[in-house]
């Protein structure tokens, strides 16, 4: 494999890194808040789908992107309902709210746009349009004659949506609001030991709703990117199980957003490489396509049964508060 | 103190949360611009009107039943087991392997050996998340999530890979004709009832009525029930008692995991006759609506799976005839799992103060029965 075919691999992976990095640090704000979400599949696909379709009627991207946040809040609201509110099961909830995206986008998108359950295909500006930086090359024959520092610039740095870069961004952001503020310190307490931040006189239930609103803007964001970013319209199920990767990341990860970023680039990698080529061959054994989609629910397993270092969630993750009376 | 009597509790409960989901999807059949009662006349003619129609929603409703089961197995551990999807595509893996390999002379013999291999193959689809979760405290939810899609994966690579039949599509050769299981039109034509030939409930609605029975009696008869029940009501009571939490884990999740894989001998084994790619179809996931809805036990199930069983052959008649999708019918799950699982309070709650508001008035019949019951085991 040539220099430049790797820097393309790299390329492709970093952009199917995005969506999973975004939700994953959507859970991360979630989980240590103490609020399990195995919802995030189904907020990103209802930005998706609602992202998708209001930028095919406007022509808006930005509109578009606001309605996918907003979709995504709804379903942050009904979680939160259930499990703070109503202390109901929030993995339950989670499972209930995949199903609710899986079928009402489809039921609603095939009512509106009449095209077999997808949106229409998104025109120019319905889309994030790459963004070249100052002095890339943007035609893949004049980077193929570059030299090699150049090639690295302008295929891999250069050339990607606004939310490829955002997500970049949001990394040290959620670290420093973690870990740096006096938010990120409640947040952080109310999902190890809720009843010392409510001895201490601040409200359980409004932190977690924050962080659970938090949740739903990043995955709207990531929903959003994935319909209008990194393909053009909403199609059935186009998620296709990134909401599972990005938990699955979360807890390779061990609920650290700079970690986070790391398992996200790996399995982002080991998707661009599915993409990109079939079976492997390795010389002496050709490895299955299917083992580079299985990869990160195998990794993940791997670490979850504590061989490769020790997963520990949140304390108080996933139960619900009961003041003491 | 009970604050509601057991009625409310089993019936009352699971049917204002299916009204409420009813509701719901009737609104949103409004909005996107059909007649919910033409809806549910389609459905109720479509799926209940002829022994064809019948004929479909028993089929669904014996996938229902096994996963519903399997889930509720689980339940009764106090353990989530979301991986009866890929525990019944590895079901569906075991009859392939079985059927595929081996000649069999007749059905009865064939059936018996797709069950046992459908359950072996299931229940060691779900032997490694219970271990992880009883040795090392995985959590179970979590790893039969990854184990769904790591199953997914497998029987993509067996079908597209080594056992794929010559041609085009990524499935299995079908089976021999010695182990086609007959329909229910072969069996109601003994008897002289005219069943449809077409629709594909089999003998296996009968393996799935037993297999209720087997799991009430295992659930409520028996010293490992009481042990499994124990255990989801208090592990620290059933650990002070003497029962150990690894072999409750492990059993109750091998069971759960046998359970979903039988489930193949009727979508694999009784309908398509060879393994195709995803033959699961989601059944895995209803299951947990039905366990949900059927409140643990095992009539509960059964009443529940008949009904995602309607709802499924209803849906699709109404994709054929309506403007509306079929995924409609993920729709209604997904709001009966909200309802019956995670907002179950919001319905309890108001209930119960009209419970004890109707009893401060009237005063309580002397000695309430307080027999421990099986909804409460189910919670």
């Known amino acids: ?325 | 103190m009970d604050r509601m009597p057991r009625w409310a509790d089993v019936i009352l409960i699971p049917l204002i949360s299916l009204i409420l989901a009813a509701l719901l999807s009737a609104l949103v059949i409004l909005f996107i611009g059909e007649s919910p009662i033409e809806a549910i006349k389609l459905m109720i003619s479509g799926a209940l009107g002829s022994t064809y129609g019948w004929g479909y929603t028993l089929y669904y409703a014996t996938n229902f039943m096994f996963t519903g089961l399997a889930v509720s197995v689980a339940f009764h551990a106090r353990m989530f087991n979301i991986g009866g999807e890929g525990q019944a595509l590895l079901g569906g893996l075991g009859v392939a392997v079985v059927l595929v390999y081996i000649p069999w002379p007749h059905w009865t013999i064939a059936l018996l050996a797709a069950t046992a291999s459908a359950a072996a193959f299931g229940a060691a689809w779900a032997a490694l998340p219970a271990y992880l979760q009883a040795r090392r405290g995985s959590h179970i939810v979590i790893t039969t999530i990854m184990f769904n899609f790591i199953a997914a994966a497998l029987l993509n690579w067996a079908l597209v890979g080594p056992m794929k039949a010559p041609g085009q599509e990524p499935a299995t050769v079908s089976f021999p004709e010695a182990t086609n299981l007959p329909t229910l039109h072969d069996i109601f034509g003994i008897i002289g009832i005219d069943w449809s030939r077409a629709a594909p409930a089999n003998v296996s609605l009968f393996v799935a009525i037993a297999a209720c029975v087997a799991v009430w009696a295992l659930i409520w008869r028996t010293r490992l029930g009481y042990e499994i029940r124990a255990f989801g009501y208090s592990e620290p009571a059933a650990r002070y008692a003497g029962i150990s939490p690894f072999k409750i884990i492990m059993v109750a999740m091998l069971i759960s995991g046998g359970l979903a894989g039988c489930m193949a001998i009727n979508n694999v084994q009784g309908e398509a006759e060879r393994l195709v790619l995803n033959a699961a179809e989601g059944a895995g996931f209803i299951g947990i609506a039905v366990a949900l809805m059927g409140r643990s036990h095992p009539l509960g199930v059964f009443l529940a799976a008949l009904l995602f069983g309607f709802l499924y052959q209803g849906g699709a008649e109404l994709a054929l005839w309506m403007n509306i999708q079929r995924e409609l019918i993920v729709v209604i799950q997904a709001l009966v799992i909200l309802f019956t699982g995670a907002l179950d309070n919001m319905i309890r709650m108001p209930l119960e103060k009209i419970f004890l508001a109707a009893r401060r008035k009237s005063p309580p019949p002397p000695g309430p029965d307080r027999k421990s019951t099986s909804a409460e085991a189910a919670e």
């Not at chain 1, 570059?146 to 949001?170: C, D, R, T």
């Not at chain 1, 990043?218 to 909401?243: E, N, P, S, V, W």
């Open chain 1, 1 to 325: 494999m040539d220099f430049l075919t790797t820097l393309q691999v790299l390329d492709s992976s970093l952009r199917q890194a995005t969506p999973l990095l975004i939700a994953c640090l959507a859970g991360l704000f979630s989980e240590r808040a103490g609020i399990f979400d195995i919802g995030l599949e189904g907020k990103m696909l209802a930005a998706a789908f609602l992202s998708a379709a209001i930028a095919a009627v406007t022509g808006s991207v930005w509109l578009g992107l606001l309605a996918g946040i907003g979709a995504s809040l709804l379903f942050s609201a009904i979680h939160g309902l259930a499990s703070i509110t109503f202390r109901g099961n929030q993995l339950i909830s989670g499972v209930a709210l995949n199903f609710l995206a899986a079928g009402i986008t489809v039921v609603i998108a095939q009512a509106w746009f009449a095209e077999g359950g997808r949106t229409p295909q998104l025109m120019a500006g319905g889309r994030f349009e790459p963004i070249v930086l100052p002095g890339a090359l943007t035609t893949s024959a004049e980077i193929a004659e570059a030299g090699p520092l150049m090639q690295l610039y302008s295929e891999l740095i250069s050339g990607h949506g606004l939310p490829v870069y955002a997500a970049l961004l949001f990394v040290p952001l959620t670290w420093w609001v973690l870990f740096r503020t006096r938010f990120g310190l409640r947040l952080r307490a109310v999902g190890e030991a809720p009843e010392a931040v409510d001895t201490a006189g601040i409200s359980v239930i409004g932190l977690r709703f924050a962080a659970v609103g938090i949740c739903g803007v990043l995955c709207g964001i990531a929903g959003a990117y994935l319909a209008t970013g990194l393909q053009a319209g909403f199609t059935k199920d186009m998620t296709a199980g990134r909401g599972y990767i990005a938990l699955a990341a979360l807890i390779f990860a061990k609920w650290r957003p700079w970690y986070a970023l790391m398992a996200c680039l790996l399995f982002g990698f080991l998707q661009a490489v599915a993409i990109r080529f079939q079976n492997i061959d390795l010389g002496v054994i050709e490895v299955p396509v299917q083992v580079m989609d299985a990869l990160p629910y195998i990794l993940t397993v791997i670490i979850l049964a504590g061989f490769v270092g020790r997963a520990i969630p949140p304390r108080a993750g996933g139960q619900p508060y009961v003041k003491e009376r």
